[in-house]
Nanobody, 116 residues
Framework: VQLQASGGGSVQPGGSLRLSCAPS????????MAWYRQAPGKQRELVAS???????NYADSVKGRFTISRDTAKNTVHLQMNSLKPEDTAVYYC???????????WGQGTQVTVSS
């Protein structure tokens, strides 16, 4: 199983981007899905997560600006990013916990650059 992320790019501060992530094939045992990011020289950090039951968690730094959503039927997860700031610049990775053992699967990463 591969997770395929898309939607990254370069925007000016205050702009918006929408990231999407989907598995390479239909999977019926995806549990939580999430977006992480890793900026140069920093550790990977959780941006937002959404559980199968709909419970959502955001990093404090993105609350009120980012929105995570999930299409359960298609097993896709999206991240709508508004009011982007230079400090949001990072490689964004989608993550899914799959199966009874909740094994972590990762997408290939998509670059988001916020710069004037």
């Amino acid at each position: 199983v591969q997770l395929q992320a898309s939607g990254g790019g370069s925007v000016q501060p205050g702009g918006s981007l929408r990231l999407s992530c989907a598995p390479s094939r239909n999977i019926f045992s995806i549990n939580d899905m999430a977006w992480y990011r890793q900026a140069p020289g920093k550790q990977r950090e959780l941006v937002a997560s959404i559980a199968t039951g709909g419970r959502i968690n955001y990093a404090d730094s993105v609350k009120g600006r980012f929105t995570i959503s999930r299409d359960t039927a298609k097993n896709t997860v999206h991240l709508q990013m508004n009011s982007l700031k230079p400090e949001d610049t990072a490689v964004y990775y989608c993550n899914a916990k799959i199966g009874a053992l909740r094994v972590d699967y990762w997408g290939q990463g998509t670059q988001v650059t916020v710069s004037s």
